[in-house]
C-alpha cells in the first residue's frame, strides 16, 4: 500500500528500510521523494476539468436539435396581409428587417401541401395574387391539423424571399 | 375585319394552350452526405420552380436558408461558414429538357428526361445535367430527379475539422409537383 502511495516517488527512505536496499542510494541522492506542490496538482485537475467540460460543451453543441419556436417568444407579431405589404413596399427593406427573426403571423390558409420528409407546408393569403406567406412547419406536424379557409396564428423562423414570403421551423400558436 | 379578329383571339387562345406554364413554390430540394463517420442529410420544401412545357424550359429557385438540418448546429455552419447564405442567399437553376420530342409534355405518361443547364451556388455557376423522370397527368406534372454535385466546384471550402465528416460528392434529390397556372 505505502509503495502505491510512494509510486510517484524515486525512493524513499521507506524504501531503503523496507526493501533492505543498499543504503548508497540515499547518499546518491536518489532519494528524492518530492512531494507534488499543491499549486501543479490543482492546476493539473483544473486543466482535467476543463477538457471535461469542453467535451460535454461540445457533444451538448453537436447534438443540439433545431430549436423549439413553441418556448420562443417572436420579435415581430403581425399579419400575413401586413407582412406581404411590407415586402410590397421595400422588399429589400424588409428582408433585412425580418432576416433571421422569429415572426408570429396569423392569416387565413389558402392551401396545404404535405411535403417530403412530413414537413407539411400551409399558405397564407394576402391581399396580392402572386405573394402569400409559406409556412413549412417542424417534420412530424400533422397535415389535419390545417383546414382550408381557418383563420391560424403560426410561428417561424424567417428565411428569406423568393415570390413569398417564406418560414421555417414553424410551429401552430392558435 | 370580324373573322380576322375571330382569327386572331382563336390563334392567341391556341397560343396560350400551347405555352402552357406550370409552376410550384412548394418543391422538394433535399441533399444527402455519406461519410464512414457520419450521414449528414438536409431538406428544403420551399423550392420555387416554373416549367414551360411548350419549350421544356426550367427554372429553379431556392433559398439556402430553407434547408432544413437535424442538427442545429450543421444549419448554422451550412449557412455561415460554407454556402455563406447572407452574402448569397439563393441557389438558382435555368435549363431545358433536351429531349423534348420524346418527352410529350401535352400527353399524360411517364418519361425519361434529360435536362441541361446552368446551376449557381454561392455566386458560382456550373454546367449541369441531369436525367430524372417526368410524370404528366391530368392537372399536373410530376418532375423527379437525382443526380451528385461536389462542393469543390462551387468554391465552398470546408474547414479541416469536419473534412472527414462530409463527403466530397453530395448526392441532391429533386422532386417537384407542378400545378398548371391560369388553369
Not at chain 1, 453543441?61 to 403581425?78: C, G, R, S, T, W
Not at chain 1, 410561428?155 to 423568393?162: A, D, I, Q, V, W
Not at chain 2, 435549363?95 to 418527352?103: A, C, F, M, S
Request: proline share 3%; net charge neutral; glycine share 6%.
Amino acid at each position: 500500500m505505502r509503495l502505491l502511495e510512494n509510486k510517484r516517488c524515486c525512493i524513499s527512505p521507506e524504501h531503503v528500510r523496507n526493501f533492505k536496499l543498499p543504503l548508497g542510494y540515499a547518499d546518491k541522492g536518489i532519494l528524492s521523494c518530492k512531494k507534488m506542490k499543491p499549486s501543479v496538482k490543482i492546476s493539473i485537475l483544473v486543466a482535467w476539468l476543463m477538457g471535461l467540460v469542453g467535451l460535454f460543451i461540445g457533444l451538448y453543441m453537436y447534438n443540439l436539435e433545431a430549436e423549439d419556436l413553441q418556448k420562443e417568444k417572436p420579435e415581430f407579431v403581425i399579419t400575413a396581409a401586413g407582412l406581404q405589404k411590407a415586402f410590397e413596399d421595400n422588399e429589400a427593406a424588409a428582408n433585412t428587417k425580418y432576416s433571421d427573426k422569429i415572426i408570429e403571423v396569423s392569416g387565413i390558409i389558402e392551401s396545404v401541401k404535405p411535403g417530403e420528409d412530413e414537413a407539411v407546408s400551409i399558405t397564407l393569403k394576402t391581399e396580392s395574387p402572386l405573394s402569400a406567406v409559406i409556412c413549412t412547419f417542424q417534420s412530424g406536424t400533422a397535415p389535419a391539423v390545417f383546414k382550408i379557409g381557418d383563420q391560424i396564428t403560426v410561428r417561424g423562423k424567417y428565411s428569406g424571399f423568393l415570390m413569398d414570403i417564406l418560414l421555417n421551423n414553424c410551429v401552430v400558436v392558435k | 375585319m370580324k373573322r380576322l379578329a375571330i382569327f386572331i383571339v382563336l390563334g392567341i387562345l391556341c397560343f396560350n394552350a400551347n405555352a402552357q406554364k406550370y409552376m410550384t413554390k412548394s418543391g422538394y430540394i433535399g441533399f444527402f452526405s455519406h461519410t464512414p463517420l457520419e450521414d449528414i442529410k438536409a431538406d428544403n420544401n420551399q423550392v420555387a420552380s416554373v416549367l414551360d412545357a411548350s419549350s421544356g424550359e426550367l427554372v429553379f429557385q431556392v433559398l439556402i436558408k430553407s434547408f432544413h438540418f437535424t442538427k442545429a448546429l450543421m444549419e448554422t455552419h451550412f449557412n455561415e461558414s460554407f454556402l455563406e447564405s447572407e452574402k448569397y442567399p439563393k441557389a438558382t437553376f435555368t435549363g431545358k429538357i433536351t429531349n423534348i420530342p420524346e418527352v410529350k409534355l401535352s400527353e399524360k405518361g411517364t418519361y425519361d428526361a434529360t435536362v441541361e443547364g446552368d446551376l449557381t451556388i454561392h455566386n458560382v455557376t456550373r454546367k449541369l445535367s441531369a436525367k430524372g423522370t417526368v410524370e404528366v397527368l391530368q392537372d399536373g406534372i410530376n418532375a423527379n430527379s437525382k443526380f451528385t454535385l461536389q462542393p469543390e466546384d462551387f468554391n465552398i471550402t470546408i474547414p479541416a475539422v469536419v473534412r472527414n465528416n462530409i463527403a466530397k460528392t453530395i448526392e441532391v434529390t429533386v422532386i417537384m409537383k407542378y400545378a398548371a397556372v391560369g388553369k
